[in-house]
């Protein structure tokens, strides 16, 4: 009986114990759910920050153009190409080859997306009959005919020598000068067809 009454002292001992450090580990939380004789269940308080359920797209912007496949771009950096759906930026540049750029700043709404249809204008191109090669090209072709026709002419000459002296020298000299005359009035011809080729693509 001695020895039953002893355990039980010794277990209310230890019960009373740890009973006590429990109760000292509640004053390091805010809070304690239940306690049940020597024992209490400590719940912990956890916070937790939520955020607001939102769409993902909701700062992307949907932009088209016509014609399409223009670069979208951003301070020089390309984000997509038309039709795009970027990501929401106040300026954006629109490129396509052929096409004038064109910046563009889009308007947020109050819509998930934005979708704006952008008409390209055929960049302002420099006529060909406006350009230092046409200059170039037309001189070219009043010098070498000029050429051509003052070698043609010296040809004849040395030939009417040729004809009343019968010298073989002047008869030579007339086959060389229609040669070249010959020669600049085919590079003249060439010239001419590069004009009236840049004439027709470009009316």
């Known amino acids: 009986m001695k020895r039953i009454q002893i355990l039980f002292f010794i277990t209310l001992m230890y019960g009373g114990f740890f009973g006590n450090i429990h109760a000292f580990e509640c004053n390091d939380f805010s809070e304690a759910d239940s306690v049940q004789g020597s024992t209490l269940w400590i719940s912990p308080v956890s916070e937790a920050i939520k955020l607001p359920d939102g769409n993902r797209d909701s ?21 997509g190409r038309t039709p795009a759906k970027v990501p929401y930026l106040s300026k954006l540049t629109l490129r396509k080859k052929g096409f004038a750029e ?18 390209l204008s055929p960049a302002n191109k420099e006529s060909f009959f406006q350009t230092n090669t046409f200059t170039l090209v037309s001189a070219a072709i009043i010098v070498l005919g000029g050429t051509a026709a003052y070698l043609k002419i010296q040809a004849d000459g040395h030939f009417e020598e040729y004809q009343r002296s019968g010298n073989d020298d002047f008869l030579l000299k007339t086959r060389r000068y ?26």
């Open 102 to 119: 064109r910046e563009i700043s889009p308007a947020m709404t109050d819509s998930v997306q934005y979708f704006e249809l952008i008409r």
């Open 178 to 203: 229609d040669l070249y005359s010959g020669l600049a009035f085919g590079v003249m011809q060439i010239n001419f067809g590069y004009l009236v080729y840049k004439f027709l693509v470009n009316p």
């Open 59 to 79: 700062m992307l912007i949907t932009i088209s153009t016509l014609p399409s496949d223009a670069e979208v771009l951003f301070d020089s950096l390309i984000v």
